[in-house]
């Protein structure tokens, strides 16, 4: 192996441990390794812009924008109380509406976005019961996780996998894992309910309290919401028709951002510029730099020949090794680095004899998006649930979730390896 390759790995790698270490702040790690990179001549600066996925980060950034916006109406918190409402203050039937309203949302908004905005309203209603919220956010990590597996704007690996293959449209995404999301949400509904019934108890009194709460109080700006619901709902109709209108998403995405914010006026933008995550954004930019020292050298394409030769060029045994692989790999690591380690490969294999990469797509969007749900530190959502949580004096501890967590995962991908069997590869 060429003495550069080697310099290559032992950088990921290193940086890669420190991610997962969570000693300093993962954004910096991921910076510092991609810059390094460059530094050492491994990839040249115009090489490392070219491997930057621009797309993937204005699908962020426009998604961030509207989200926040819309977030300072209190619409969020009107459907969250609206939905304890209906479930006439039942812990039990609070938590399941809370676990759909989490994983509808984290379709069309993102899953860590949404779990932003549940998390404070969770709060407020398990206060007004006095039951413990711990396991209402554990079932709203993993109804996000899962509910944003749905769609391309729904889990940053799919915003990833979509940026990265044009064929994979919105509606692609919808039309493929939709499906499944259903099913798979369907069947853990009801563990959820079996597994935290006995813990969220509360008293006749406690439940009125909630039924006594004004929602429409929640609205605090009849105006904004009507501007943000109408460009939301022109954006996502615009992810619809992203292919027929010859516009990528990122595209669609901050034209409704900025639309919004012109709406809204220069006040507005300030603000809504704070709330945007940089320091996800800058996380994503060091992370497409430093693969691309792994693309570069040639490291990629050995995996991908590697694993080829492993399941002999299979599709069925190449789409299970993918979508298990993935699957267990990003319940110990973020999904994201991971996801971008394997679309370079997954490509790779395109070049080298396997005609049919659909299948691996998807399996490498719902290994990814699913895995999540194996531990604390499996997604972008889990570790913001968590910290929020702890802030507050509910602590979520690794084990006490894994115990839950991990079992729904493999159940869930155990789901999802019946279903790409049946539908891409008999």
């Known amino acids: 192996m060429e003495q550069q390759a080697i310099i290559a790995i032992g950088i990921f790698l290193v940086t890669y441990g420190m991610i997962i270490a969570e000693k300093i702040h993962r954004t910096i790690v991921a910076m510092l390794g991609g810059v390094l990179m460059v530094a050492l001549g491994i990839v040249s600066q115009e090489s490392a812009l070219h491997h930057i996925d621009f797309n993937t980060l204005g699908l962020l950034v426009g998604m961030m924008i509207m989200v926040s ?190 639309l919004l914010l012109l709406l809204t006026g220069e006040h507005a933008m300030e603000n809504a510029f704070t709330k945007v995550e940089w320091t996800t954004i800058f996380f994503f930019v060091g992370l497409f730099v430093l693969v691309s020292g792994l693309v570069e050298t040639g490291v990629i394409s050995k995996l991908a020949a590697q694993a080829i030769e492993l399941t002999g060029g299979n599709l069925v045994a190449t789409s299970m090794l993918v979508l298990w692989l993935s699957a267990i790999a990003s319940a110990f690591l973020d999904n994201i680095p991971f996801v971008a380690t394997m679309i370079p490969m997954i490509q790779e294999m395109g070049n080298m004899g396997v005609d049919n990469l659909e299948p691996l797509w998807w399996s490498l969007a719902l290994g990814a998006c699913l895995g999540g749900n194996g531990t604390l530190i499996g997604a972008s959502a889990n570790l913001i649930v968590a910290g929020l949580s702890g802030k507050e004096g509910h602590p979520i501890k690794f084990v006490t979730f894994m115990k839950y967590g991990f079992p729904l995962m493999l159940f869930s991908v155990v789901v999802a390896s019946i279903y790409v069997y049946l539908r891409y590869l008999i």
């Open 69 to 258: 916006i819309t977030a300072e109406t209190g619409l969020f918190q009107y459907i969250a109380l609206i939905a304890a409402k209906k479930a006439k203050g039942d812990p039990v039937r609070i938590l399941v509406s809370l676990a759909l309203i989490t994983a509808v949302g984290s379709a069309f908004l993102d899953n860590v976005t949404t779990v932003l905005l549940m998390v404070p309203v969770t709060f407020s209603i398990t206060k007004q019961l006095r039951v413990n919220p711990v396991p209402f956010f554990i079932t709203q990590i993993m109804a996000s996780n899962v509910g944003g597996t749905a769609t391309l704007i729904g889990d940053p690996p799919n915003i990833m996998i979509g940026s990265a293959v044009k064929e994979l449209t919105f509606m692609a995404f919808i039309n493929n894992l939709a499906p499944i999301v259903i099913i798979i949400m369907a069947c853990m509904i009801p563990m959820f309910v079996f597994l935290f019934r006995k813990q969220i108890q509360t008293t006749p009194e406690r439940k009125m309290t909630i039924m006594q709460i004004n929602e429409k109080e929640a609205i605090t700006d009849r105006p904004l919401l009507i501007k943000s619901v109408s460009m939301l709902g022109l954006t996502i109709v615009g992810f619809f028709l992203h292919q027929m209108l010859h516009l990528e998403s990122a595209t669609v995405a901050l034209a409704g951002a900025f």
